[in-house]
């Protein structure tokens, strides 16, 4: 079956202690990318990348980091997380840019 | 101004409505346009895509493009309380790394 799996899909941590964000997809896609979904905000982009040792900054950059070491992974990293991280995050893949994503069910992490 | 503007709703309708989604953008350039749903809980899955102007259905779904206006429209027919959800809009550029996604219209259909 053809999916995208993130986890954790639940995390509630504290301010400053690094956390994880992995996501795999096993339909061989080159693009990966990460949101951030808010109310009222809808979703934003926070990171991208197109292939394998190609990333780059969505909207939202800040206060996260990615790695595109695999073509099938592709994890968020908050160095530091603060409460203004708390979020749904999602992650999402495609065949290439401007085509349909496939999401994943989401993360929602929650810093104290 | 907002690259797209969508109508949070929520819009409540009784089963066995015609429901009517809407999304202004603001590039012209957009070269195509999606329509995702999200369950609550799950991540969105594409429901429709078209890169024209005009309709597209698929079933009792209907995407409805007016570029002149930079107007998109879904169009549910015979709704039903499996569509509750939450509708995003998704025009965007081929060959364009970044997506665009509207805030999402939230719909509960009721028996």
């Known amino acids: 079956e053809a999916q995208v799996t993130q986890n954790p899909r639940y995390l509630i941590t504290v301010t400053g202690k690094k956390l994880t964000v992995t996501c795999s997809q096993n339909m061989n896609h080159e693009y990966m990318s990460w949101y951030r979904q808010d109310p009222g905000l809808g979703l934003r982009q926070i990171y991208y990348?197109?292939?394998?040792?190609?990333?780059d900054k969505g909207d939202v950059p800040e206060g996260y980091k990615v790695s595109r070491k695999e073509k099938r992974n592709f994890p968020l990293i908050l160095e530091s997380p603060s409460p203004n991280q708390t979020s749904l995050y999602f992650c999402?893949?495609?065949?290439?840019?401007?085509?349909?994503?496939?999401f994943g069910d989401g993360t929602r992490l929650s810093i104290l | 101004q907002k690259e797209v503007e969508q109508d949070p709703g929520p819009l409540s309708v009784p089963e066995g409505a015609i429901v009517s989604l809407n999304c202004t953008y603001s590039?012209?350039?957009?070269?195509?346009f999606m329509w995702y749903r999200q369950y609550s809980r799950k991540g969105p899955e594409l429901l429709m895509y078209t890169y024209s102007s005009g309709n597209k259905e698929d079933g009792r779904f209907t995407a409805q493009v007016d570029k002149s206006s930079k107007y998109i429209s879904l169009f549910i027919r015979d709704s039903q309380p499996s569509d509750s959800a939450t509708y995003l809009c998704a025009p965007g550029l081929y060959n364009f790394n970044k997506f665009y996604f509207g805030s999402g219209t939230k719909l509960n259909v009721k028996p």
């Open positions: 999402a893949s495609s065949t290439g840019s401007g085509q349909p994503q496939h």
């Open positions: 590039n012209s350039a957009f070269q195509y």
């Open positions: 990348s197109m292939n394998v040792e190609v990333t």
